[in-house]
């Protein structure tokens, strides 16, 4: 079945220094991919998608781009902040279906 | 204009007891969805609705959990006679059409149940 799988938390970064978040997926057809935030004590939030193999997602300095040939959509920053410490999940909709299939979720922490 | 909202944002129970968490979605749109997110578990679908009816309720746990949708909006997800492993935080999503690749959830702040 479809499923996604993100990097293990937690990860402890400098203010200003590069973030990757690892996702990959496993789907049978063409899904959309997701990045949602959820900041403590809040909701979650859409940060950016794709739709379609080679798009690219951007938003707030993050930027994530659909690999098909690798299944993969990682998630990018140049320069971190402290404001970025959040848990962050990637998630895939298989189209076809109607619920998101989540990954566990990556904590980050961004210290001054 | 407004998010999707929730409440209760928090409700402790007793174990045995029945609860009601309701959802209102964003106004137009069609699709809702509720999911469970437990401490260290990652988001478990729960239910979805079309309108007012679930052609998907595969999600819910057991059978002491429930959800009815009424005139294509508010929502409300029932637990009967509750567990100390309901405890939770209960998520609403909607999402304007509720199919396609396009289509995006935007989620509720939640509702964090604690069973005692």
């Known amino acids: 079945g479809d499923s996604v799988t993100q990097m293990e938390g937690p990860v402890t970064l400098s203010e200003e220094a590069f973030l990757t978040i690892n996702c990959t997926y496993t789907a049978t057809g063409y899904p959309s991919l997701f990045w949602y935030v959820q900041y403590p004590g809040e909701g979650l939030q859409l940060l950016l998608k794709?739709?379609?193999a080679d798009d690219k997602g951007s938003n707030k300095g993050f930027e994530a781009t659909y690999r098909k040939e690798t299944t993969s959509f990682h998630l990018e920053k140049g320069s971190v902040q402290v404001s970025d410490s959040a848990v962050y999940f990637c998630a895939l909709n298989p189209g076809n279906n109607r619920k998101l299939i989540w990954g566990l979720g990556t904590s980050l922490a961004v210290n001054p | 204009g407004a998010g999707v909202s929730q409440s209760p944002s928090n409700k402790v129970t007793e174990k045995g007891k029945d609860v009601e968490l309701r959802c209102d979605p964003i106004s137009g749109h069609t699709a809702l969805y509720w999911y469970r997110q437990s401490l260290g578990q990652g988001l478990e679908f729960l239910i979805y609705?079309?309108?007012?009816?679930?052609?998907?309720k595969s999600g819910l746990p057991s059978d002491r959990f429930s959800a009815e949708r009424t005139g294509g909006s508010v929502s409300t997800l029932t637990i009967q006679r509750t567990q100390q492993e309901d405890s939770a935080v209960y998520l609403c999503?909607?999402?304007?059409?509720?199919?396609?690749?396009?289509?995006?959830?935007?989620f509720g702040p939640g509702t964090r149940l604690t069973v005692l």
């Open positions: 609705f079309q309108g007012n009816s679930a052609p998907d």
């Open positions: 794709a739709t379609k």
């Open positions: 999503a909607s999402s304007l059409l509720g199919q396609g690749l396009t289509d995006t959830q935007y």
